[in-house]
């Protein structure tokens, strides 16, 4: 009898240990070597993740039936790469290859010339289902641009956020402050990373816009489930640059003086 209940208990104890197993990885460029950031990582089960500022990502399974899973890992600039979780155990080092014919063909804008993984300045934004927004005026070569990817930096700890993609036109003369929306359809995507870059995927829509001048700019709808005590969220940057806002959908646009936040935006 002592030995069904010992046989049983190691059992019970063998399950529990597996019950959840911790998966590390690092995504690394495969001529250079050096970390790439904030890439997509995206199990064939569960919530996607992305790799921090050192290429490094983490995310538990509960199901040994897991490791035969594999994730797509993806970033702008380079070719997706598809491996089994399995593989991470015993090599967690990643490479991606940079897609050179993709990047002879796309332009990045970023609002920042910096080092993006650096960035510091936070810009505290409470509202919320006001319709306020947020955002960054580019210049832009041509007034017909096909747009892939647009990025922003932020830093919350909620479990989910909605944010929601305006861009706007920028008339050339008077204020030069953002006007009318040129997006034909609502892009929102759910934010469940809590630090890093949120990227809106507009499948290279063509945008025509009266000038060469784009506001990119972005709307908090909603959050929700904080376990801290002082919720909160963030977009990032430094302290160069000029942002516009406006505290809702009826405010005036205002300058955000000599900080502005992290935006990139991928085009043809």
Not at 20 to 40: H, K, N, Y
Not at 64 to 85: F, H, M
Not at 115 to 131: A, E, T
Not at 230 to 259: C, I, T, V
């Amino acid at each position: 009898m002592r030995h069904h209940i010992l046989l049983g208990f190691f059992i019970t104890a063998s399950f529990a240990a597996f019950a959840q197993q911790r998966i590390t990885g690092l995504v690394e460029d495969d001529e250079t070597g050096s970390p790439v950031s904030f890439a997509s990582v995206i199990p064939e089960r569960g919530q996607g993740i992305m790799t921090d500022s050192l290429g490094k990502f983490t995310f538990v399974i509960r199901k040994q039936s897991r490791l035969n899973d594999s994730i797509l890992i993806s970033a702008a600039g380079y070719l997706p790469k598809k491996t089994a979780i399995r593989e991470l155990l015993s090599n967690s080092r990643v490479t991606l290859i940079q897609n050179y014919a993709l990047l002879q063909q796309v332009k990045v804008f970023a609002s920042l010339k910096g080092d993006y993984q650096k960035f510091g300045y936070y810009r505290d934004w409470k509202v919320v289902n006001q319709g306020g927004e947020i955002g960054y005026i580019f210049d832009l070569s041509q007034k017909r641009v096909q747009i892939g990817q647009v990025q922003v930096k932020v830093n919350h700890n909620y479990d989910t956020c909605w944010l929601k993609l305006h861009l706007r036109d920028v008339a050339n003369s008077g204020f030069r402050l953002p006007e009318n929306e040129v997006l034909k359809k609502e892009v929102i995507v759910p934010t469940t990373i809590k630090y890093g870059l949120v990227e809106f995927d507009l499948s290279w829509q063509q945008v025509n816009i009266p000038t060469n001048r784009l506001y990119v700019g972005f709307e908090l709808l909603r959050c929700g489930c904080s376990e801290s005590a002082a919720p909160s969220f963030f977009f990032m940057g430094n302290e160069d640059g000029l942002n516009f806002y406006k505290e809702s959908g009826q405010a005036s646009w205002k300058r955000g003086g000599d900080h502005t936040i992290y935006v990139r935006m991928l085009a043809k």
